[in-house]
């Protein structure tokens, strides 16, 4: 598991949340394909969804059971933050 303190909290349905912890094991295969539907859906074009921030970002959100726009209007360094051990996960 990982993770990941934020500098501005995202607000869930269990409140504010100012550090998220990522735990891949609770995905499912059906879980990634949905993401890719959803970021296909959104227009990238990416070749391989596992390198789009867009892929990433929706990934992201539903571990942490929130709608994708909230983690697209994080502050930079917070996407980037959230972003990249989804990122190390699915291309590793």
């Known amino acids: 598991m990982m993770?990941?303190?934020?500098e501005k909290a995202l607000i869930t349905t269990d409140g504010?949340?100012?550090e998220v912890e990522f735990d891949?094991?609770?995905m499912k295969g059906s879980d990634l394909?949905?993401?890719e539907?959803?970021?296909r859906a959104m227009g990238d074009q990416t070749p391989s969804v596992f390198l789009?921030?867009?892929f990433q970002a929706i990934v992201?959100?539903?571990l942490i059971g929130v709608p994708v726009e909230d983690i697209l209007d994080l502050p930079a360094t917070d996407f980037r933050n959230i972003v990249f051990?989804?990122?190390?996960?699915?291309?590793s």
Request: avoid cysteine; charged fraction near 30%.
């Open 3 to 6: 993770k990941v303190k934020l």
């Open 16 to 18: 504010e949340v100012k």
């Open 24 to 26: 891949f094991n609770k």
């Open 33 to 35: 394909i949905a993401a």
């Open 37 to 39: 539907k959803e970021v």
């Open 52 to 54: 789009s921030m867009n």
């Open 60 to 62: 992201a959100a539903k």
């Open 85 to 91: 051990p989804v990122a190390n996960f699915l291309l």
